[in-house]
């Protein structure tokens, strides 16, 4: 299983970002796809998170400015990024997993990098 991430860059406070995953290879249809991020220094935590059945969790800091989608079709996941301040800035991470009755499955992207300029 292979994740590819895209979307970062460079926006100023208050300004918007779509952040795009791409899940390829032997994916289990009931999972869960998310968005973490690492700010330097820091450790790496959970933005939001959606399952295939649509449920989601987001993390206090971006709710009512964040919105996590999903693709089940295409196993993309889509993070849509609003009014952003500058302690977004991280570099984010697109995750993928899921279990059966004895493995757990748990797979990262390369990272993508998001700074917001005050």
């Known amino acids: 299983v292979q994740l590819q991430a895209s979307g970062g860059g460079l926006v100023q406070a208050g300004g918007s970002l779509r952040l795009s995953c791409a899940a390829s290879?032997?994916?289990?249809?009931?999972?869960?796809m998310g968005w973490y991020r690492q700010a330097p220094g820091k450790q790496r935590e959970l933005v939001a998170t959606?399952?295939?059945?649509?449920?989601?969790n987001y993390v206090d800091s971006v709710k009512g400015r964040f919105t996590i989608s999903r693709d089940n079709a295409k196993n993309m996941v889509y993070l849509q990024m609003n009014s952003l301040k500058p302690e977004d800035t991280a570099l984010y991470y697109c995750?993928?997993?899921?279990?059966?009755?004895?493995?757990?499955?748990?797979?990262w992207g390369q990272g993508t990098q998001v700074t917001v300029s005050s």
């Open positions: 959606i399952t295939s059945g649509g449920i989601t």
């Open positions: 290879g032997s994916i289990f249809s009931i999972n869960a």
């Open positions: 995750n993928l997993k899921w279990s059966t009755w004895s493995t757990r499955y748990d797979y």
